[in-house]
C-alpha cells in the first residue's frame, strides 16, 4: 500500500525545471518522494538519463540524493506501445545496492518528463566497511533457520552486501536468501 503526504503546489520557475504545477507523494518514514506528478523539461538535446539525473538534482528537496548520476544506476530502458520511454534506475551507495529503493521516470514523447514514481532514501551517511564478516551473517542465519527446519534440507543463495533502509535510519546489511522446501 502506498502511504504518505500528498500535496500539490505551484513550482517556480528554475534554470533546468519547469513545472507550471505538481504533486507529490512523500514516503511516511523516508521522507523522500514516491510520486512525483508534472510537466517537467529539462536541458535540451541531452539523453533520457542525463534528463532523469537533472531532474531529480533540482528538486534535491524531494529526493535528498547527494548525486544522481552515481547513486542511481539504470537498470533498464523501456519504450511502450505509445513510444514513450520509461527509464528505470536503481539506487545505489558507494556501489552497493540499496535494498527496495528504484525508482522509474516516465518521458513523454517530446522528451518532457511526466512522472518520477518509486522509492529512494536520502543519501546514506554510513561507512561501508562491514563490522560482521560474511561467515558470521551466515552462520547466524542458518542457526535461526535451522530451528525451523532440518539442516538437510537448507538452501543457501549468494551472500550480498547491501544498504537496508530500516525506516529511514539505513544499516550496511549482509543479504542472504536461507531456505527449505519443507518443515523440520
Same mark, same amino acid.
Given at each position: 500500500?502506498?502511504?504518505? !503526504?500528498?500535496?500539490?503546489?505551484?513550482?517556480?520557475? !528554475?534554470?533546468?525545471?519547469?513545472?507550471?504545477?505538481?504533486?507529490?507523494?512523500?514516503?511516511? @518514514?523516508?521522507?523522500?518522494? @514516491?510520486?512525483?506528478?508534472? !510537466?517537467?523539461?529539462?536541458?535540451? &538535446?541531452?539523453?533520457?538519463?542525463?534528463?532523469a539525473y537533472e531532474l531529480i538534482e533540482s528538486r534535491?528537496?524531494?529526493?535528498?540524493?547527494?548525486?544522481?548520476?552515481?547513486?542511481?544506476?539504470?537498470?533498464?530502458?523501456?519504450?511502450?506501445?505509445?513510444? =514513450?520511454?520509461?527509464?528505470?534506475?536503481?539506487?545505489?551507495?558507494?556501489?552497493?545496492?540499496?535494498? &527496495?529503493?528504484?525508482?522509474?521516470?516516465h518521458f513523454q514523447n517530446d522528451g518532457t518528463i511526466? =512522472?518520477?514514481?518509486?522509492?529512494?532514501?536520502?543519501?546514506?551517511?554510513?561507512?561501508?566497511? +562491514?563490522?560482521?564478516?560474511?561467515?558470521?551473517?551466515?552462520?547466524?542465519?542458518?542457526?535461526?533457520?535451522?530451528? @525451523?527446519? +532440518?539442516?538437510?534440507?537448507?538452501?543457501? !543463495?549468494?551472500? @550480498?552486501?547491501?544498504?537496508?533502509?530500516?525506516?529511514?535510519?539505513?544499516?550496511?546489511?549482509?543479504? =542472504?536468501?536461507?531456505?527449505?522446501?519443507?518443515?523440520?
Open positions: 500500500p502506498i502511504s504518505g !503526504s500528498l500535496f500539490a503546489r505551484a513550482v517556480p520557475q !528554475s534554470r533546468t525545471t519547469v513545472a507550471t504545477s505538481e504533486k507529490v507523494l512523500l514516503h511516511e @518514514e523516508y521522507g523522500t518522494a @514516491e510520486l512525483l506528478i508534472g !510537466s517537467f523539461k529539462t536541458t535540451p &538535446g541531452i539523453d533520457r538519463q542525463r534528463q534535491n528537496d524531494l529526493y535528498r540524493i547527494a548525486q544522481p548520476a552515481q547513486e542511481l544506476s539504470v537498470v533498464r530502458e523501456d519504450i511502450d506501445e505509445l513510444g =514513450m520511454t520509461h527509464l528505470r534506475f536503481q539506487q545505489k551507495f558507494q556501489g552497493l545496492n540499496v535494498w &527496495g529503493c528504484q525508482t522509474i521516470v511526466y =512522472m518520477v514514481g518509486g522509492q529512494t532514501i536520502a543519501t546514506p551517511a554510513l561507512s561501508i566497511t +562491514p563490522s560482521v564478516s560474511v561467515s558470521s551473517a551466515r552462520s547466524s542465519a542458518l542457526t535461526i533457520v535451522g530451528k @525451523e527446519f +532440518p539442516a538437510s534440507v537448507i538452501f543457501e !543463495s549468494e551472500n @550480498e552486501l547491501i544498504i537496508y533502509p530500516n525506516g529511514g535510519e539505513p544499516k550496511l546489511v549482509w543479504s =542472504m536468501t536461507v531456505t527449505s522446501p519443507e518443515r523440520g
